[in-house]
């Protein structure tokens, strides 16, 4: 089960548009909702999930808004979470900002979009480009012949329109891999994963069937096959377009694909992950008077490979000021309204080492409170690699016009929750 009915309240609890789907929970329950939060918020014990007697709101917050849905029965709340969230990305694809005065300007649209996103409590058309092709901001001056529903509502491929022409058939992929680090004090290695995710963009005529082979541990397994580098993915979350039994089956990814921007896949890899980018430090303080700073970096992947846009953000007292910086490449800066130093690098070979030095003054007189020590942290994107060694090995591109098609395949590493705890 699902949501009996979904409201739009402003920041004081009126209801802006509401939507009874299933009637079996009284519309004038929505009164509770705020003075509960408020109560609960007062008490320190703010829940996503409000009970008031048998009903339950289940509410997110967006901008000057309160999406709630609403429901008496053992519901899928993840399942409601997922909805509500997918009703701000339709809403802003539609209205570019989602806001009080957006639902109040587009209120048809908006009562038309709630009719279509949800069906007697269960999600339906969630897909914001099919729901773009019928229902438009210029509702009223739709012409008769225009009315026909698209078949992509009710046909089984839902995720894309029929007819589709290019003059051209091409295929994107990215392979794009975030790493998460988190390094102590001492320099080991506390916690690392990579967290990956597969994007296409495709522009390919009619209906294509696509087939994607990596390469897949548990696959090669399978056939027998056991050369050159695998991996094994966990935690795989596909798109609704790939036939899961297919991948039950025989680790087949098979699927026909939306037209343009889309993610195939996401999976995640638990292993123990180098830092691709190492940074040692010395934070030297100096009581009443300085404090020092010198950071080493060194690019720990192939000599190939170059890292882009690096930046190395370095916390500093609050109280500090007076910087001056010496670096060996690239440009260091204060931020002082975030306690940093951020040193950014432009471009990072592999295997070199790059130093940065900073002093800042302190005052005479010593703050009463202790500050914490936040992490060294860093960004960068480095193209033409993955850490984990996944690779691409075919797309298959069928079609019953027979064409030609071309797959191009770019491969990312990003940093992504990517720490360096410090001593000091």
């Known amino acids: 089960m699902s949501a009996s009915a979904v409201f739009v309240l402003d920041l004081k609890g009126k209801v802006l548009i509401c939507r009874n789907y299933k009637g079996d929970v009284d519309m004038s329950e929505i009164d509770h909702f705020l003075p509960l939060m408020m109560q609960q918020e007062e ?19 967006h901008s ?33 900002e989602l806001e009080e005065e957006s639902i109040q300007d587009n209120f048809v649209v908006v009562y038309e979009l709630l009719d279509e996103l949800m069906d007697f409590g269960f999600p339906q058309t969630t897909d914001s480009k099919i729901l773009q092709e019928y229902i438009t901001q210029e509702g009223n001056k739709l012409e008769v012949a225009k009315t026909k529903v698209p078949t992509t509502v009710t046909n089984a491929v839902s995720w894309r329109s029929e007819g589709i022409k290019y003059k051209k058939n091409e295929v994107f992929i990215d392979v794009i891999e975030s790493i998460n680090v988190l390094v102590n004090a001492n320099g080991n290695v506390m916690s690392s994963d990579i967290v990956g995710s597969i994007k296409l963009k495709t522009m390919l005529s009619g209906m294509p069937e696509l087939r994607l082979g990596l390469n897949d541990r548990v696959l090669f397994a399978l056939t027998g096959r056991d050369k050159g580098k695998t991996v094994t993915m966990e935690d795989v979350k596909f798109h609704q377009c790939v036939r899961l039994s297919r991948f039950e089956n025989d680790r087949t990814i098979s699927f026909i694909p939306p037209d343009g921007e889309s993610e195939l896949m996401s999976y995640r890899i638990n292993t123990h992950v180098k830092p691709l980018i190492w940074i040692e430090s010395v934070i030297e303080k100096f009581s009443h008077s300085r404090v020092e700073i010198m950071v080493k970096a060194k690019g720990q992947f192939k000599k190939q490979s170059v890292a882009n846009n690096v930046e190395v953000r370095v916390p500093v007292p609050s109280d500090a000021d007076s910087p001056k910086f010496k670096t060996s490449t690239g440009h260091a800066k204060y931020v002082p309204e975030k306690n940093l130093v951020v040193w950014t690098i432009k471009s990072f070979p592999g295997g070199k080492e790059f130093l940065m030095r900073a002093h800042f003054g302190l005052p005479s007189v ?22 984990s060694g996944i690779q691409v090995r075919y797309m298959k591109i069928i079609e019953k016009s027979g064409y030609q098609a071309l797959p191009w395949v770019r491969y990312i590493t990003q940093s992504g929750d990517y720490q360096l705890r410090t001593n000091t």
């Open 366 to 387: 010593e703050r009463d409170e202790a500050e914490g020590k936040p992490p060294i942290t860093v960004n960068f994107e480095i193209p033409y690699f993955t850490v």
């Open 64 to 96: 000057n808004l309160y999406l709630v849905a609403t429901t008496n029965k053992n519901s899928n709340a993840s399942l409601v979470y997922a909805f509500l969230y997918k009703i701000v990305e339709v809403f802003t694809g539609y209205f570019k």
């Open 43 to 61: 008490e320190g014990l703010l829940c996503p999930v409000l009970t008031h007697g048998s009903v339950h709101f289940l509410w997110i917050k």
